[in-house]
């Protein structure tokens, strides 16, 4: 089976790559951002020689069409997208382009292909927004995202669900809750408190009150695993661990952990860019997928937290 990933250079790309390459049942193939930078694709170079990379952006349909025309796979695992959430209320634009447009274009291209199974799209729990009510959502709980980020992403949810009715588009969506676990990567919340700490920084807490569901990378990329497998079709499934702990009570287990003895300041940093809303509560109930796919996470957040520190703490120390 071929299976072609885009975003194949990020965080959960580069990881899902590795371990379908371990598997050694299918070709992969990845759609890599056409840029000056060639910096980003540092975390698949011991890949290079097992899976062929083709150059593009997403919005360029002629470029999209022949990739995919040219590879035919039977499998898209569409990652790639523009995801700083931050960012995405000075960059709207550019945003709901890569993001929406991106995913209609791969969609299109996956249509054409005469053997084509199933086109497997990474939503976020973003999706969700503001909810009045303070319990983990369900896949049926009514979308209200809160960023232009996550409205791409529900833009791109609702394409591909009239994609299934009008194209015959065979697809699964993930709702995946935030993930921690990166190696090449220090910007995001969990890697920002851990590589703060051993740097001996003080910490900055932009929304020290909002709780967050934290899931460790080998279960997201386990979920992946799990969508390519099922036969299940046509269906959105929320992969997460309930967890429901602020960030400041994240914060103190870290710190704790490494025994720090600096400030945890309850701010947004001074170079931080301009975010005028986060939500103040985002929990997944994954029960959907552990009775159909038979899918739950398997780290604890203790467990996932040591293991990250103790990559970051060698890979700082070379």
């Known amino acids: 089976m071929k299976i072609l990933i885009t975003g194949i250079t990020g965080f959960i790309g580069s990881e899902l790559a590795r371990k379908l390459v371990s598997q050694k049942e299918y070709e992969l193939a990845g759609i890599v951002r056409a840029t000056a930078d060639k910096d980003h694709i540092a975390s698949i170079s011991d890949l290079a020689d097992k899976i062929s990379l083709h150059w593009a952006n997403f919005t360029d349909w002629h470029a999209v069409r022949r990739i995919v025309k040219d590879f035919a796979p039977n499998y898209v695992v569409h990652l790639g997208a523009q995801t700083a959430v931050r960012h995405s209320f000075e960059m709207p634009h550019e945003f709901s382009e890569t993001n929406f447009l991106g995913t209609i274009n791969l969609a299109h291209a996956a249509l054409e292909v005469p053997d084509f199974k199933k086109f497997i799209f990474a939503s976020t729990m973003e999706v969700y927004g503001w909810q009045k009510e303070r319990a983990p959502f369900k896949e049926e709980t009514l979308l209200h995202p809160g960023s232009p980020y996550s409205v791409s992403k529900v833009a791109s949810e609702h394409y591909l669900e009239m994609a299934g009715r009008a194209f015959g588009l065979p697809y699964l969506i993930s709702r995946a809750c935030n993930t921690y676990g990166r190696k090449h990567n220090k910007g995001f919340i969990v890697e920002y408190i851990i590589t703060s700490i051993l740097e001996g920084k003080d910490v900055y807490l932009g929304t020290p009150r909002a709780v967050r569901d934290l ?104």
């Open 215 to 318: 899931m460790y990378v080998e279960d997201h990329v386990n979920a992946y695993l799990t969508l390519l497998k099922t036969k299940e079709a046509n269906q959105t499934f929320n992969f997460g661990t309930g967890n429901q702990m602020t960030m400041l009570e994240v914060a103190k287990i870290i710190k704790d952990k490494l025994d720090f003895q600096g400030k945890i300041i309850e701010h947004w940093p001074p170079d931080y860019p301009f975010r005028p809303v986060a939500e103040d509560y985002l929990s997944l109930d994954s029960s959907k997928a552990k009775n159909i796919l038979s899918w739950e996470p398997k780290y604890s957040l203790d467990e996932g937290l040591d293991k990250t520190i103790a990559y970051w703490r060698e890979k700082l120390k070379s």
